[in-house]
């Protein structure tokens, strides 16, 4: 049997246009251990029924008994869009524990990040776990700079490059972005975050291109067109 933990919509407030953050609270918050990047899947209303739905941790305070997820809302989404429009506080939630696809290569001689605005969440999240000192690339994309997603407070920003009317699948701006950096030296890890055929865009790019080990390109797929509930896993 699957393990769920109970909480509790503490706090609603609107990032940007196209993002929402949610803070859960519930006893047995305090006890999670999630790394930097990690993920959850949250039970969402689907009319009579529930669905499954995997979004990315953005802040945990076992001090406080709070987890914070960034969602991001599109207008045609199905129930875990009308979940995060229409959620409030005080609002019982189910949740699974965290789990984590990528995490922190601390030893690095440098750390590449690169998504879209849902892989921002976890990459940023990454980021802002790193030493001040650590160097860092990096680069993220979204519809127009209304969409951009600040970082943590006192964490250096990465640049942005928006898309415009053009798809996010398979991004091509993305892709340009990431090709058009310069990259410190040494051998640095790249974590990759966001829709499925952008990610494997760059991967090939860093491994058939620059000629990054396949090990040191980590990549945690968010999403692909016309699959709901990508990346939960089993019902």
Not at 157 to 174: D, E, K, Q
Not at 192 to 206: V, W, Y
Not at 208 to 218: A, F
């Given at each position: ?8 919509v503490r ?16 006893p ?49 989404g ?8 229409a ?16 995490t ?67 991004s ?23 829709e ?24 945690q ?15």
């Amino acid at each position: 049997m699957r393990q769920v933990l109970l909480t509790r919509v503490r706090a609603v407030a609107d990032v940007n246009a196209h993002m929402r953050e949610i803070e859960l609270a519930g006893p047995d918050v305090p006890r999670l251990r999630p790394r930097p990047g990690a993920h959850l899947v949250v039970h969402v209303p689907d009319g009579d029924a529930v669905a499954r739905r995997v979004y990315s941790i953005w802040r945990h305070d076992p001090r406080d008994a709070s987890l914070t997820l960034r969602v991001a809302v599109h207008p045609a989404g199905g129930p875990g869009c009308a979940w995060a429009r229409a959620v409030a506080a005080g609002d019982r939630i189910t949740v699974e524990p965290p789990r984590s696809k990528i995490t922190l290569a601390e030893q690095a001689a440098f750390h590449l990040f690169a998504g879209d605005e849902t892989g921002a969440v976890p990459l940023l999240a990454m980021r802002a776990a790193l030493p001040r000192a650590a160097p860092v690339a990096g680069v993220f994309a979204s519809i127009g700079g209304d969409d951009e997603m600040p970082g943590f407070d006192g964490v250096p920003t990465l640049p942005w490059v928006h898309r415009g009317a053009t798809s996010a699948v398979g991004s091509r701006t993305l892709l340009r972005a990431v090709q058009e950096l310069e990259l410190p030296q040494g051998a640095g890890v790249a974590y990759l975050a966001g829709e499925s055929d952008t990610c494997r865009l760059i991967q090939r790019h860093l491994i058939e291109q620059r000629g990054w080990p396949r090990r040191s390109v980590l990549t945690q797929p968010q999403w692909t067109p016309d699959r709901p509930g990508f990346g939960a896993g089993p019902a």
